[in-house]
């Protein structure tokens, strides 16, 4: 499973963002996809992930970006969004995609985000 990130950019506070990742080389539905990031001197923390089941879905945030971030997909495409609402200058990091799939963990490769005070 490769993963495929984009839509970082540099952002004024309180602008927006749209994350996107490509999950390619499986024809199967990954259950489980999320976002993660790390901030300069700091460890990698989780985001939110998205979980599906059939038709339905479970999305889970980290405290600091609910109300302010919302995690979607499509399932067809096995793409995960992140869109990031009122950006913060704290939300500034590398976000990485994830996916949980066959037993294990994937990565995308880090896509900047720069919120500007």
């Known amino acids: 499973v490769q993963l495929q990130a984009s839509g970082g950019g540099l952002v004024q506070a309180g602008g927006s963002l749209r994350l996107s990742c490509a999950a390619s080389g499986t024809a199967f539905s990954i259950k489980q996809m999320g976002w993660y990031r790390q901030a300069p001197g700091k460890q990698r923390e989780l985001v939110a992930f998205i979980t599906t089941s059939g038709s339905d879905f479970m999305a889970n945030f980290v405290d600091s970006v609910k109300g302010r971030f919302t995690i979607s997909r499509d399932n067809a495409k096995n793409t995960v969004y992140l869109q990031m609402d009122a950006l913060k200058p704290e939300d500034t990091a590398v976000y990485y995609c994830?996916?949980?799939?066959?037993?294990?963990?994937?990565w995308g490769q880090g896509t900047q985000v720069t919120v500007s005070s």
């Open positions: 994830n996916a949980k799939y066959g037993g294990y963990t994937y």
